[in-house]
């Protein structure tokens, strides 16, 4: 036996025993789950999944990291680890925007890990009900995307719900040509959903401009329609490509490299401060002149970022608006919290949408 060959049979010795230690270690970590379980059922308590907690937990992963591994695998090495956990206290229903095999699915994922239970749903709206009625624990709607900006559906649902934002996850987007067999003679349309259409128009206008372009309710709907259809091609990430048995005849389409959408985790829980947290906020001005400097006057003289602002009709009377603010701190600070109320003072009216923990992947 070689020197290299022995030294390739020592380091899958030691490999079989750090296994064998890192398997102990996770089974030890799943019992202190089930401890905590049981105190919190015998405290009455109802919710057992603390955001703030679990990012708290993720960044400390990826401050102490070493390598050789990035920080963000570590992480989500560790997502798993406390999803399956959680799952030993109390499996959690997570409703999606569908079907199946959605870059909403991919947030949903992504932020509980794949020990939670997501079941997907056809509207946003369905999202909303079926977690303000209590038959999901949590949902995950798109809210805004780098290039193309806001979901208006999602903010608008925030005028008539009374669900908090628990959490915000941002996912890199990555748009793949998809359809059966190989190769691009022979197809007739492309279908996908608006917004994908859009991040890769000039792709797509540089190499297929001939081919019709038909919107859909999804990437994932239109992966279903081209595994029945062989004359189509579908925009559509990774995870429909393999739930549809698609050929990816084309990867990363999107116009834009840094194409990133974020999804907000809504429910009905108040989350508590993480140390690193944003605060949502719906405001209407007076209907006056300068309304909007003075709704924002109190940020600044508390020394507060705003890291976003939008207008939406109110619905309420003709050219009569409301504005979603995000803002750089939980409503527990004290800065946030006299912000809030000198803004009661100024604005028609104000509602805190939630305070949550910053995307930490």
Not at 86 to 100: C, I, R, T, W, Y
Not at 237 to 249: D, R, T
Not at 283 to 307: D, E
Not at 311 to 339: K, M, T
């Amino acid at each position: 036996m070689s020197d290299g060959q022995k030294r390739l049979q020592e380091l899958r010795i030691l490999i079989d025993g750090l296994d064998e230690r890192i398997q102990d270690l996770i089974s030890q970590r799943a019992r202190c789950a089930q401890e905590i379980a049981t105190i919190k059922h015998q405290s009455g308590a109802e919710n057992f999944y603390r955001p703030e907690r679990e990012a708290q937990v993720l960044r400390a992963v990826m401050e102490r990291n070493h390598g050789p591994l990035a920080s963000e695998e570590m992480a989500r090495l560790f997502r798993e680890i406390m999803s399956a956990c959680l799952a030993l206290e109390s499996p959690m229903k997570v409703v999606f925007l569908g079907p199946e095999g959605t870059f909403t699915q991919a947030a949903a994922l992504k932020h509980f890990g794949h020990s939670a239970r997501t079941v997907p749903l056809g509207a946003i709206d369905e999202i909303f009900r079926e977690v303000e009625s209590g038959s999901a624990d949590f949902g995950v709607v798109p809210v805004e995307n780098s290039t193309e900006g806001v979901v208006n559906h999602t903010l608008d649902m925030f005028m008539v719900s009374d669900l908090r934002i628990c959490g915000e996850v941002e996912l890199r987007i990555h748009h793949h040509l998809l359809g059966l067999g190989e190769g691009l003679d022979g197809r007739k349309r492309i279908v996908s959903h608006q917004q994908s259409l859009a991040q890769c128009r000039e792709w797509l206008d540089a190499n297929l401009p001939a081919l019709e372009r038909l919107n859909v309710a999804s990437n994932a709907e239109a992966a279903r329609m081209a595994a029945a259809d062989p004359a189509l091609l579908a925009i559509a990430g990774g995870p429909a490509a393999e739930i549809y048995g698609l050929q990816k005849l084309v990867s990363n389409i999107e116009d834009e490299p840094d194409n990133t959408t974020r999804f907000l985790v809504i429910g009905r829980i108040e989350t508590q401060p993480s140390g690193d947290d944003k605060t949502s906020l719906l405001l209407s001005g007076q209907n006056r002149s300068g309304a909007l400097v003075g709704l924002l006057a109190p940020l600044a003289r508390h020394g507060i970022n705003m890291t976003r602002i939008e207008s939406r009709p109110s619905r309420r009377g003709l050219w009569e608006y409301v504005f979603f603010v995000d803002i750089a701190g939980h409503v527990c600070d004290a800065n946030v919290q006299q912000a809030i109320d000198e803004l009661g003072q100024e604005a028609a009216f104000v509602r805190r949408l939630g305070s949550y923990p910053r995307a930490v992947l």
